[in-house]
């Protein structure tokens, strides 16, 4: 069984960063694909950054070079470093993995934006930003 389970949000304030911690048990991470998504209470559920079972990075386009996701295998971990952040950086966000076969050859990181790709979903965690 797969349980995924976040850590990490809380209160910040403009400016500030912060680290989230998501820890998956009951899967090989050389065959998913693992993101972040985030979500605000009445949009839709937003890719974040994410890492494919290779170790390849990527971030979507209005949050490069502020967030990041990397993993540590040994420990089932993966991270998500926040810096700079702004109060439209509030929201609750996600772990996530997906089976690799779903995508096709170094397309993984479309799964940014199709959140219906995900198998597997951790509870979410609040991060909230003071302005």
């Known amino acids: 069984q797969v349980q995924v389970s976040e850590s990490g949000g809380g209160l910040v304030q403009t400016g500030g960063s912060l680290e989230l911690s998501c820890h998956i048990s009951?899967?090989?991470?050389?065959?998913?694909?693992l993101a972040w998504f985030r979500q605000v209470v009445g949009k839709e559920r937003e890719g974040v950054s994410g890492?494919?079972?290779?170790?390849?990075?990527f971030t979507v386009h209005s949050m490069t070079g502020r967030f990041t996701a990397t993993r540590d295998i040994g420990k089932n971990m993966v991270y998500l470093q926040m810096n700079n952040l702004g109060p439209d950086d509030t929201a609750v966000y996600y772990c996530a993995a997906a089976r690799r076969t779903r995508f096709r050859p170094g397309q993984w990181w479309e799964l940014l934006h199709h959140p219906a790709w995900v198998d597997h979903w951790g509870q979410g965690t609040q991060v909230t930003v003071s302005s």
């Open positions: 890492i494919s079972w290779s170790g390849t990075q």
């Open positions: 009951g899967i090989d991470f050389d065959d998913v694909a």
